[in-house]
């Protein structure tokens, strides 16, 4: 702090034992033109904001928990959390909350963090609603007929599975049994799998994501070399 020192000359005429003359000088400090300043102002810090997760990816009508309890702040403020979520014009606070999405897509969620002394901080994610297919289709091919059955396959599918039940409807005793030949072919034509000579009964065949490279409509193929086949067929593809 500064310190202006003020010198006050008072010359006294005083009548001393001594009959002469004297005078005193006095020396006064005063601190109140100084500048208060403190010289270790107390530090404030905004916080962090995290969401967990981040940037998930659920089913359509799953529920998810979406939580700022990892978010900080330095000083050790009381922090208020603010959600936004696209598509909502509503805001919503809380340390946790739980959302639902029907439908599939992507979907923005904002998270404000706020202190006690107004400074805030925000992060974001990316919320991906993935929606599974699934599809029956039935019936029956003669000898030189075929049966085309489509599906689509998205870029974020991780698997595909087909059910199949084949059911000869030729009359028992006959010779020759019904037979089929299987093929499944991608959305650029080329052809994953093939199988010949399948016979009455049940099988299945399962694709992961490094069998269904192309994106697009897949084809199953039900191709009669021989009587009459009945089929059923499953088509489930995972995301």
Request: overall charge negative; proline content about 3%.
């Amino acid at each position: 702090m500064k310190k202006v020192t003020l010198l006050l000359l008072i010359f006294c005429l005083v009548l001393g034992a001594s009959g002469g003359y004297g005078y005193y000088v006095i020396v006064l400090e005063d601190d109140a033109d100084g500048d208060d300043t403190d010289d270790n102002p107390k530090s404030s810090s905004p916080p962090i904001a995290r969401i967990n997760p981040s940037n998930p990816k659920i089913q359509a009508n799953e529920t998810i928990l979406f939580s700022a309890s990892d978010s900080t702040d330095s000083d050790g403020d009381t922090l208020t959390f603010t959600w936004i979520f696209e598509g909502d014009s509503e805001q919503y606070s809380g340390e946790t909350i739980e959302r639902t999405y029907p439908d599939g897509g992507d979907f923005y969620v904002n998270l404000l963090v706020t202190d006690s002394t107004g400074l805030f901080d925000e992060a974001e994610t990316t919320v991906s609603v993935v929606e599974d297919y699934h599809g029956d289709a039935s019936g029956s091919v003669e000898e030189g007929e075929s049966e085309e059955i489509e599906f689509p396959v998205k870029d974020t599918a991780v698997s595909v599975l087909i059910n199949y039940s084949l059911d000869d409807q030729r009359i028992t005793g006959t010779a020759f049994p019904s037979s089929v030949t299987l093929v499944l072919n991608d959305a650029d034509g080329s052809e994953l799998r093939r199988e010949e000579g399948q016979e009455e009964g049940d099988g299945s065949w399962s694709f992961s994501s490094d069998d269904i490279q192309s994106v697009g409509q897949y084809v199953f193929i039900i191709e009669c070399e021989e009587g009459n086949m009945g089929y059923d067929v499953g088509i489930d593809v995972k995301y």
